[in-house]
Structure formats: structure tokens, C-alpha cells
T-cell receptor, first 113, second 114 residues
Framework: EDQVTQSPEALRLQEGESSSLNCSYTVSGLRGLFWYRQDPGKGPEFLFTLYSAGEEKEKERLKATLTKKESFLHITAPKPEDSATYLCAVLGVNSNSGYALNFGKGTSLLVTP | GAGVSQSPRYKVAKRGQDVALRCDPISGHVSLFWYQQALGQGPEFLTYFQNEAQLDKSGLPSDRFFAERPEGSVSTLKIQRTQQEDSAVYLC????????????FGPGTRLTVL
């Protein structure tokens, strides 16, 4: 069964203090790994898709990387507006995992001035 | 362009009432998904449509939950005889044929059952 585990559950950073969020996964054939950002009271906002080990994607202060077992979301010099919950999800090649995103519980990030 | 919209944004129901939640996907998106998100958890899959066909309803928690998409665009998630454990945020997502893997989410409907 597909499984996604995110750590830490919560992270508090000072503005400018870089860090990384982790997403460990087990899936029978990875079709894609996704990162979303979710602000309170809003739906998840798409950030990145990673398809194969070694792939990296960047957007402003965020960089996502992928290995065969985990993905990292690196946040460089974060700002208070980066505060949100970051969700990781996988799509597998088998059964409904081929179209139904399997999400982790998320990492709640707070960046203080 | 317009994103996925959902209505109502908030719904309070008394236990035993029926509710209907609406989703307007991004125009032209053939795939539509419903997810349920409990407080502090990630979204969990409920059901999937491709155009008007419901291809997977394996995530619906009970036969009190019913979803439809009769014309292949707007979708409605109906919950009959609501229970307190149905309280959650219900998220709708859609994806296009050009990039079928990327799902774009609406703002969700927060359902509270008293």
C-alpha cells in the first residue's frame, strides 16, 4: 500500500533561516511526486511535480528534489509570507493510485520576522 | 483564468440533514476529483470522474455519500443523513488531458455537522 510520511509535523523558522522539509514515500511504481502549499481556509496550491530520482525544480525561494525514497523541499532565506502547510503527495502506477493523489499529513511552517 | 470554484464555502447542518456541495472545475478539464480533509490531516480521495463517467468511488466512506457530474462539467457531492463524523473540508480538484497528473484544487467547503 502506498504510504507518504512528512517530517517534521511543524517547523518554526526565523526570517532568513534556511531549512528543509522531508517527504518519505513508498509506492509500487512512482508516477509522480507533488508538492502543494495550503494556507489556512484555502485549498492546496500546486507548487511542483517531480517524476524521477535526481530531478530538481525551483520556484523563488523553494527547491524540490527527489530520490528513490524521499523528496525534500528546501526553503532558502524564508520570509513570513512563506508560512503555510506544505503537503506532499504521490501518484503510483497501480489501481486508483494512478490518478488519486495520496497525501501526507503535511508540515506546518511558521516563519517569524 | 478562473480556477476551481466551490459552493457553499461553509455549511452547517444538523445531524440527519442532507447536504449538497457544488464544484465548478476549470473550464475544459475532463477529470474531476473529490477529496475529504479532516483537521490536521492531508486530503483523502473520495471519488473520480472522467467527463460524466464516475470511474472510481472507492473512497466514499458510506452509501450516504453520492456524487454526480451529469453533463461532464459541474459536479455535486451529496451527503444524506449527515453524521458528526462527516464534519470536514470537502475539496474538489480538476485536471486537463494535456497534463492529467496535475490536479488543481478549489477552496473547499467546510462542513460542520452539529
Amino acid at each position: 500500500e502506498d504510504q507518504v510520511t512528512q517530517s517534521p509535523e511543524a517547523l518554526r523558522l526565523q526570517e532568513g533561516e534556511s531549512s528543509s522539509l522531508n517527504c518519505s514515500y513508498t509506492v509500487s511504481g512512482l508516477r509522480g511526486l507533488f508538492w502543494y502549499r495550503q494556507d489556512p481556509g484555502k485549498g492546496p496550491e500546486f507548487l511542483f511535480t517531480l517524476y524521477s530520482a535526481g530531478e530538481e525544480k525551483e520556484k523563488e525561494r523553494l527547491k524540490a528534489t527527489l530520490t528513490k525514497k524521499e523528496s525534500f523541499l528546501h526553503i532558502t532565506a524564508p520570509k513570513p509570507e512563506d508560512s503555510a502547510t506544505y503537503l506532499c503527495a504521490v501518484l503510483g502506477v497501480n489501481s486508483n493510485s494512478g490518478y488519486a493523489l495520496n497525501f501526507g499529513k503535511g508540515t506546518s511552517l511558521l516563519v517569524t520576522p | 483564468g478562473a480556477g476551481v470554484s466551490q459552493s457553499p464555502r461553509y455549511k452547517v447542518a444538523k445531524r440527519g440533514q442532507d447536504v449538497a456541495l457544488r464544484c465548478d472545475p476549470i473550464s475544459g478539464h475532463v477529470s474531476l476529483f473529490w477529496y475529504q480533509q479532516a483537521l490536521g490531516q492531508g486530503p483523502e480521495f473520495l471519488t473520480y470522474f472522467q467527463n460524466e463517467a464516475q470511474l472510481d468511488k472507492s473512497g466514499l466512506p458510506s452509501d450516504r455519500f453520492f456524487a454526480e457530474r451529469p453533463e461532464g462539467s459541474v459536479s455535486t457531492l451529496k451527503i444524506q443523513r449527515t453524521q458528526q463524523e462527516d464534519s470536514a473540508v470537502y475539496l474538489c480538484a480538476s485536471s486537463s488531458t494535456l497534463d492529467s497528473d496535475t490536479q488543481y484544487f478549489g477552496p473547499g467547503t467546510r462542513l460542520t455537522v452539529l
